[in-house]
Each structure stands twice: as structure tokens, then as C-alpha cells.
């Protein structure tokens, strides 16, 4: 049974650090500003390119385009229940497949109006969509009881419509393409069944070369950007799976956790999963040829979900850009722009307890995938009071003594890893219970 993180709150922030604890007891916590409301109340795709961010809101019948900063260009409205959207690989026309009105839209990226509607039959219903062959690629629902995938002709004068004459999907399949391997179309079941396809698509007809029965219920998926291999994103498992494109057997898996809902790869092979669940981050990120997250990315607090195919790289991977919905009705978008560092991981460790009136010992250490440089210090505050700042040892380690004055019930001590030119801050917290009592002579206010 497939388990959602549902979780109340309506604060609005973007993360742009990554920050990470280990240690126990003690919680993360983010260092991060506004993201940006969207003036649109439903979801299904965010999409990319290098000048737009798109978001497809079947709910509002539109598409919104905003530019990498999150400022609006424009709501592209009268989109009957808009959903899976496709570009080409010039960046000069938006496919958007629009299942209320059995049809696609064909939008003009310059002037972001809808230029053309392709009629693609009664019921059919279209969801999702990929470029691929030199031509445009659409799920649909092909019967009462079976999905298909069909196609347009979309550099003819009148674009034609191919169906599927032999539907053999479960649930309408997720789609994915890339230009690096130009006449291959991949497609996965999205709804409980199993099964995911690699098609030759270079004669405009679809021929299966590949098929795996070993995945199922997908989120999304994204070819990697030499079309070697596919990554997918799927709702039961807690990691991302990395399968070869020649022949769907599984390579490698990004141990990300639980539930796997949204991928998104730049043109360098940096790989963007994440997930929805009730832990501390929701997007990891890895650089080619590595299965440990260099990054990771929460991108609010208290809890607020990652959308379904909610992640979109800039094409250049300066920027990532996550949609999530904080339950208050407003979809926000997180633009997070300096992925270049990696992220900074403090563990803490400190006794449960403490005795009234005697040093407490705190002790920790700072690691990355990246190398620290010399000299590092972290700071710490107790209960919001500064302490001064404490020197980190070359093997990252540090420690520092505190005694809390008598009165307080409990030492709070939050410490900060403040960044630096590869590195993102970090910061943990952990909090000590004093225990006993002080001697009358030594109670504040008494003599």
C-alpha cells in the first residue's frame, strides 16, 4: 500500500542551503527565504528551458511560464485540463497535452500563445508527451481498459495522428527522450502495473527493443543526456533506479528514500531525485558517474511536499527549479541556484542529562564530499546566546565545554557551519536536560 506524506503548514521558503545531521538528539534546520507563490492552484509538470520555467495547472486550465528568477511572463489560459508538456530541442514550440478537449496544443514559445490544436480523437484523453524520431510522442487512454501511445507528425503542414494498434499499457505511460539518443522513445507504467519499454522511433512507428517487467507505478523518468541510460522515479521503492537503455537491466540505485517522485538531469549528467517523505530533505543531488549525494536540498519547514514531476534543471544546471504545495492552496516554486557547492554535514553528540552547575561536553564533527579548507571554525549559540566560535581539526572533528547557569531546565546548542566558497552552511542542534538542583547561595537573585 502506498503511503503519502501529508503534512499541515503554509510557511513559503525556498532552500538555498543544504544542511544535514547524523547525530542524535537533534534536529536540521534550513537556512533559507521566501520562494515564490504561483498564481495557480494545481499541478502536474514542471518543465524548463533556457529562458522559461513552465508549470502545467490542469486544474486552472493553463500553463504558466515564468523566467528562472520566478517572475511571471505569462498564463497561458483556455487549456482544457493541461498536463504533460514537451518542447523542441530549439526551444521555439510547447506541446501541451490537454485531456479535456482530446487534443494537444502547440504553443509558440516566443509570444507564448497557442498557435494550433491537434485534434487527437474522442475519449482519448492524452497525458503524457516526448519528442522523439522527428516526431511528437502522447500517451492516451486507447481503450475502456487499456493505455496506448501514439504519435503526430508534427513537421507536416496538417500534422497527422498515428494510434497505437496494439495498446498494451496498464495506466496511461510516463514518456522520455533525449538528444543524445535522438530515435529512442522510453516508456513506463504509471499505475500499479509493472513494465517499462525502450522503442526504436526512427521510422515514425514504434519498435520495442527492449522491456523490463521489473519496475512499475512511475512517477517520472529522465534519459540521461549522452541517451545511455534512463533514471526513474518510483512511488513504492526509497531510491531512484538507474537502468541501460539497450537493454532496461538495472545499473545502479541513488538511495534517496521514501517515495521516489520526480528526476530531472542537466546536460552535464548531473542527476536532480527526489522524493516525498517525512525526513529531512526532498531533493539529492549527484554528480555523473557518482550514487553518493553530493547536495541535498530541503526545500521548507515544517513539511510541505515535492509535486509529482515537480523538478526541472536550467538546461546549463545553474539553477534547480522544485514545485511543491504547502497545503494552504498556493503552488510554490523553489529556485535553488548555487549547486556548485556541496553540502555541509554537522553531527552532533552530547549527554542526554547534565548536572546542574557542571561543564557540559559537546562534540562533533563537519563533513562533506568535498574537502574542507584549513582553518575552519563553527560557531555556537546556547539557548540563543552566543558562545565563541570553535576551531575545527583538520580530520573535521571539534569539542567544546559549556557550564549553563543554574537556573536554565535545558542548554540548547545550535552549531553553525557558515560556508564557504565550495560549501554551503550547515547547522545541528542538540539540547541537554540539567538535572538537580542549585544551592540556595547560587540561585539568581539570592545573596
Do not use: C
Not at 507505478?217 to 539497450?246: C, F, K, M, N
Not at 537491466?249 to 517525512?278: F, H, K, L, Q, W
Amino acid at each position: 500500500m502506498r503511503i503519502r506524506r501529508r503534512a499541515a503548514g503554509v510557511a513559503l521558503v525556498i532552500a538555498t542551503a543544504s544542511l544535514n545531521l547524523l547525530g542524535a538528539p537533534g534536529t536540521a534546520a534550513a537556512d533559507s527565504q521566501d520562494g515564490v507563490v504561483l498564481p495557480v492552484r494545481s499541478h502536474w509538470q514542471t518543465l524548463a528551458d533556457s529562458s522559461h520555467v513552465y508549470i502545467s495547472a490542469p486544474g486552472d486550465d493553463a500553463v504558466l511560464a515564468v523566467d528562472h528568477d520566478g517572475q511571471v511572463v505569462k498564463k497561458v489560459a483556455g487549456l482544457d485540463g493541461a498536463r504533460g508538456m514537451a518542447e523542441t530541442a530549439d526551444e521555439s514550440t510547447l506541446y501541451v497535452a490537454l485531456p479535456d478537449a482530446d487534443a494537444i496544443a502547440v504553443i509558440d514559445v516566443a509570444t507564448l500563445t497557442e498557435t494550433q490544436r491537434i485534434s487527437i480523437g474522442a475519449d482519448t484523453e492524452p497525458e503524457n508527451l516526448a519528442v522523439a524520431g522527428g516526431r511528437l510522442f502522447f500517451s492516451y487512454q486507447a481503450t475502456v481498459f487499456d493505455a496506448g501511445i501514439g504519435s503526430v507528425a508534427v513537421a507536416e503542414a496538417t500534422p497527422s495522428v498515428t494510434l497505437d494498434d496494439n495498446p498494451v499499457w496498464y495506466g496511461k505511460p510516463r514518456l522520455a527522450s533525449s538528444p543524445g539518443a535522438p530515435d529512442r522513445l522510453v516508456a513506463a507504467d504509471s499505475q500499479g502495473a509493472a513494465g517499462m519499454r525502450v522503442y526504436d522511433v526512427g521510422s515514425g512507428t514504434l519498435r520495442e527493443i527492449a522491456y523490463s517487467d521489473a519496475i512499475g507505478d512511475v512517477e517520472d523518468l529522465a534519459v540521461t543526456p549522452d541517451g545511455s541510460s534512463v533514471i526513474t522515479a518510483d512511488g513504492y521503492d526509497y531510491y531512484h533506479q538507474r537502468w541501460h537503455l539497450s537493454d532496461l537491466t538495472e545499473e545502479v540505485r541513488y538511495d534517496t528514500g521514501p517515495y521516489p517522485n520526480a528526476v530531472a538531469i542537466d546536460s552535464r549528467g548531473t542527476v536532480a531525485a527526489g522524493i516525498v517523505s517525512g525526513g529531512n530533505w526532498d531533493v539529492y543531488v549527484y554528480r555523473p558517474g557518482e550514487t553518493a549525494a553530493y547536495r541535498t536540498v530541503a526545500l521548507s519547514w515544517p513539511h510541505m511536499d515535492l509535486l509529482d514531476r515537480g523538478l526541472a534543471w536550467a538546461p546549463d544546471g545553474s539553477r534547480l527549479f522544485a514545485t511543491r504545495f504547502p497545503y494552504s492552496g498556493e503552488v510554490t516554486l523553489d529556485i535553488v541556484s548555487d549547486l556548485a557547492k556541496a553540502s555541509s554535514t554537522i553531527t552532533l553528540s552530547a549527554p542526554e542529562t547534565n548536572p546542574v552547575g557542571t561543564p557540559v561536553t559537546v562534540t562533533g564533527k563537519l563533513t562533506s564530499m568535498v574537502p574542507f579548507p584549513k582553518g575552519g571554525k563553527v560557531e555556537v549559540t546556547r539557548n540563543g546566546l552566543e558562545l565563541p566560535d570553535v576551531e575545527v581539526r583538520r580530520n573535521g572533528t571539534f569539542s567544546f565545554r559549556d557550564t549553563p547557569p543554574d537556573w536554565n531546565m535545558y542548554a540548547d546548542y545550535t552549531v553553525t557551519y557558515a560556508g564557504d566558497a565550495q560549501h554551503v552552511s550547515g547547522t545541528a542542534t542538540t539540547s541537554v536536560e540539567l538535572v538537580g538542583s542549585p544551592s540556595p547561595e547560587r540561585r539568581p537573585g539570592l545573596s
